[in-house]
């Protein structure tokens, strides 16, 4: 280290600042490595579980009733953040599996693609291209990478999927995390039928990266059908007689002439030979029909096709459909992969009562595998599209795989907001869960303590914290006055900071800090206002798509929010499309504003912030269950409306209007709205006031 760099630590330290990002990997440098990818933004391992904020998970709804030991988890939020919470639960060892290990057995991940992708659904969705690419997209990855290593248990694997376009800095980057020594297999799926290229070779296949996280892990072999070539060929037997006639078979050697130990000597039906098998279980395989006999006379054993489990399931796979279009599992969610793909790599990996995990839960099949073969599950999702499809998969689940068979009642779950809260049910917390929270939220260290006879909650970076019990106390304020009373009781004992966290209308001041006798004392609001010394990342808010192609791209969020319903003016008419006989459902969204706070300062928005309208044609009055989407996009191009058939409509209709950050406004039907008698009356109309 230059003696210039080292004045420049020191005189940032002396100044009480954090110091810069880019500085760590010249304060600690990495270990000398034989090769290492390098590239501009990249941090050091601690760094990135360091400075990345966990945010705690918030019930949104539960199905099911609770299990005593676990409960399936469905997070919407950045999953960089959740992972952060998740870490903690497995170091309270409330993440484990049923034989009661610690983290998760098995993580599948398919994350977006940093390339441009076609894709194809039942709107005949256009192309979408990812927006992360380069190094940073390479930065994205690995620091989930990082946790995603941190959560596994220690005898876990990890399965990686991707395109051919990344997958050579993505084995660096896991060689890196997991150790080159950990690299299991790389499987090559072959994802779709050739196809005419006349500038390249076709591409048809993505990748599996499997990566352990120590030398002992689940590995149950599977196992494919024999083709029918190769049974004709090496199974030229067919049974006559027996309840096994008709069946193919091959006869095998049971000569045991030169087999360590000598074989056993004997006569079988005037064949004088070293046989495999003592004479006993000779007699045995002649009671059962199982001997074919050569034109002279020497006895082999049928090994009858159907008795053997196939082929050895090798690291390409030919055989595994991607989700067509007239699939009963098909969800018409983009980039949605096989249940038959995640039946294979679940089976393999893991066991039943192991936590299967998806940091990118997408339309959720590794969930709805993990359910269906007897597993406990937890993915993360960004998009609330996400998470409805996914919750809808659950709750409309068949037992077998391919979404066929008898209807299937999941274990019970939870889904959790991550980052994005319902402030009105926090309020109605129980004290020690409301002070729980509210430590988790600015991510503090639960540490009780006492300075100067005030009983303290916790610590943040090194500095006392106080949670306001305001529910003893629902009168009591904080002023400047309260301030100047709490420094003279603890005074300089307390060092130069020191945090007070406790509902935002409580405080009778502004500002984000009163200094007080050298002490700087800081409002932790909730709802949170974001003081942004306090992070060594500046906030950034969580953002829902606005187009059916923007549904998979990465997004990295930092920091929390709390949930601000946006309000909407619209209406529900029955009227005549042009060209068209019958009436219809037409709802058009007249006005739109969203409410956020981004990096501090609260912020409205209008039609430009909605992401998309979402619909339950037959609501029943608990569980939103969603049948149809339509993106802001598609509505602005048809002046924001959209039609509905009435032979659709049940009783009651929800219908979710949905911003860019995550909120939502939520508004029920009654199908009576749309009568014809109420029609002639009223004009058929159901209108929705404004919200304050």
């Known amino acids: 280290m230059k003696d210039d760099f080292r004045q420049m630590v020191i005189d940032a330290l002396r100044r009480g600042e954090d110091l810069p990002t880019e500085w760590s990997r010249i304060l600690f440098p990495p270990d000398k490595q034989e090769y290492e990818l390098v590239y501009h933004g990249k941090e050091r391992k601690e760094e990135v579980i360091r400075g990345t904020m966990g945010v705690p998970l918030q019930p949104a709804s539960s199905f099911g009733k ?103 800095y993505m084995k660096v980057v896991l060689d890196e995390i997991f150790g080159e020594e950990r690299f299991v297999n790389e499987v090559i799926w072959k994802r779709t039928s050739a196809h005419s290229d ?172 993990a359910e269906k073969l007897g597993r406990r599950w937890a993915g993360i999702d960004c998009g609330k599209l996400s998470i409805y499809s996914i919750q809808k998969r659950m709750l409309n689940m068949k037992e077998k795989i391919g979404n066929k068979g008898k209807c299937l009642s999941p274990k019970p779950f939870t889904v959790y907001n991550a980052g994005l809260y319902d402030f009105s049910t926090l309020k109605q917390l129980p004290w020690f869960e409301w002070r729980f929270f509210a430590l988790q939220l600015f991510g503090c260290k639960e540490e009780p303590h006492s300075i100067g006879g005030l009983k303290l909650d916790g610590k943040l970076k090194g500095a006392s914290v106080l949670v306001l ?12 006055e309260t301030i100047h009373d709490i420094h003279g009781a603890v005074g300089k004992k307390i060092g130069n900071r020191f945090f007070i966290v406790a509902p935002r209308g409580v405080f009778d001041f502004q500002q984000d800090y009163i200094d007080c006798g050298g002490v700087r004392y800081y409002a932790l609001r909730i709802p949170y206002s974001v003081i942004n010394e306090l992070h060594s990342r500046e906030f950034s808010a969580l953002q829902q798509p606005n187009d059916e192609t923007a549904v998979n791209d990465t997004v990295d969020a930092v920091g929390f929010d709390f949930i601000q319903p946006p309000l909407v003016d619209w209406s529900i008419d029955l009227k005549k499309r042009k060209g068209k006989k019958l009436e219809e ?27 998309m309208l979402m619909v339950d044609f037959n609501y029943n009055g608990a569980v939103f269950d969603m049948d149809e989407t339509h993106f802001a996009h598609e509505l602005e191009a048809h002046e924001w409306q959209t039609w509905f058939k009435l032979d659709r409509l049940g009783e009651n209709i929800m219908v979710v209007f949905l911003d860019i950050y995550g909120n939502e406004a939520r508004e029920v039907v009654a199908r009576k709205s749309f009568s014809t008698a109420l029609a002639e009356t009223s004009k058929g109309q159901a209108k929705s006031k404004k919200r304050s």
């Open 66 to 168: 609770n299990s005593a030991d676990w409960h399936n988890k469905l997070i919407f939020g950045d999953n960089l953040q959740a992972m952060k919470s998740l870490l903690r639960m497995k170091e309270r060892n409330e993440l484990v599996n049923a034989d009661g290990s610690p983290g998760v057995k098995l993580i599948y991940i398919d994350p977006p693609f940093a390339t441009k992708q076609e894709f194809r659904g039942s709107k005949e969705q256009k192309a979408y291209q990812d927006k992360i690419a380069g190094a940073q997209f390479v930065e994205f990855m690995r620091k989930r990478l990082v946790f995603l290593y941190e959560l596994l248990a220690d005898d876990g694997c990890l399965y990686f999927h991707l395109d051919t376009k990344k997958i050579h």
């Open 198 to 369: 006349s500038s390249l070779y076709a591409n048809v296949h993505d990748t599996l990266l499997l990566y352990s996280k120590s030398s002992k892990f689940t590995f149950n072999q599977q196992f494919t059908d024999y083709t029918e070539a190769y049974i004709a060929e090496r199974y030229k037997h067919i049974e006559t007689k027996g309840p096994r006639k008709g069946e193919r078979y091959a006869d095998d050697n049971l000569i045991g002439t030169g087999l360590r130990g000598g074989g056993y000597p004997y006569d079988w039906k005037g064949v004088f030979r070293t046989w495999r098998c003592p004479i006993d279980t000779m007699r045995k395989y002649a009671k059962e029909n199982k001997l074919y006999y050569t034109r002279n006379g020497v006895a082999r054993i049928k090994r009858f096709v159907k008795d053997l489990p196939g082929v050895p399931l090798s690291d390409v796979w030919t055989d595994v459909n991607p989700v067509n279009s007239q699939a009963a599992e098909r969800l018409d969610y983009p980039t949605q992969k096989s249940e038959s793909l995640l039946e294979r790599i679940i089976k393999t990996s893991s066991s039943e009562g192991d936590i299967v995990f998806d940091a990118f839960a997408g339309s959720g099949t590794s969930l709805a595998v």
């Open 469 to 480: 019990n305001h529910q003893e106390n629902p009168g009591q304020r904080i002023d400047e």
């Open 585 to 611: 459902a037409c709802l058009q969204i007249k006005d739109f504003e969203s409410r956020a706070r981004l990096r501090g300062k609260d912020t409205k928005g209008g039609l430009e912030t909605f992401s």
